[in-house]
């Protein structure tokens, strides 16, 4: 990929992050509870092609991404997407540092609403067979096994996953190749048991809700590390590196103009 379309792609990204930034609260409120609601159908299809197949396996991990695919396609707000849109529109400006907490503290917490809305419902409501659910509630227990820092690092790489799906998003002139790219990336997730601090917070609130873990392992153990690691992989990972592709290919490097100057003599 040139310069140039690396600085598109940081334009389209800063355009989106600047529009969704000076958004009212309540109209992102209701975005991002309806990305919390929404997402959580990922976890839903594992459980359901689990059972249909037998346990965990290629056919539920091909229907995982589901959630992610109808939050992004459909342009919900999931919190860890404005790592890259939100940070990349306040780096080029800087006085929108209030409005990206804003988006973020607002985002995240309906975010959790809708997973948490989600997880009562299939709990207390019953809408799952025994055996789906099953499944679900038995997922939180294999994450549960890392300790914290180990959890922090699980999460860097699912943020950064998660993160590339805009900026590859932003790439895309077409649905297709825009659900590709979403597909591939989101199947990695699952298949590499990496953390989302959302997408997992329904399955750990499924399990607390049915009495396995205490909200002191969901918060302490899965959303407070995932969510730190996820930030770091998004911001860390995916906008600040790739705002440095851009930032650093503005100008030539002396080492450049050493290069042209032998090739002209030569």
Known sequence: MSASDSAEILRDVIEDGQSELERATLGLAFSGFVAGLNVSFGAIAMGIFATLTGGMGLVPILFSPLGFLIVILGKAE???AHTVS???ATLKEFSYIRNL???WVVIFVFNLLGATFFAA??????VLPPSALGFLLNEPDKLLEFGFWSIVLKGVLGGWLVALMPWLAASTEDTVTEF???Y???LLIPAAGLPHCIVGSSEFLMSLFSGDISPLEYLGSFLIPTTIGNMIGGIGLVTLLNWGQVLGSKKKTSLDQLVDREDKEA
């Open 101 to 103: 907490i804003r988006l």
């Open 78 to 80: 999931l919190f860890t």
């Open 121 to 126: 419902l299939v709990v207390y409501g019953k």
């Open 180 to 182: 590709l790219s979403i």
């Open 184 to 186: 591939a990336l989101a």
């Open 86 to 88: 939100g940070v990349a």
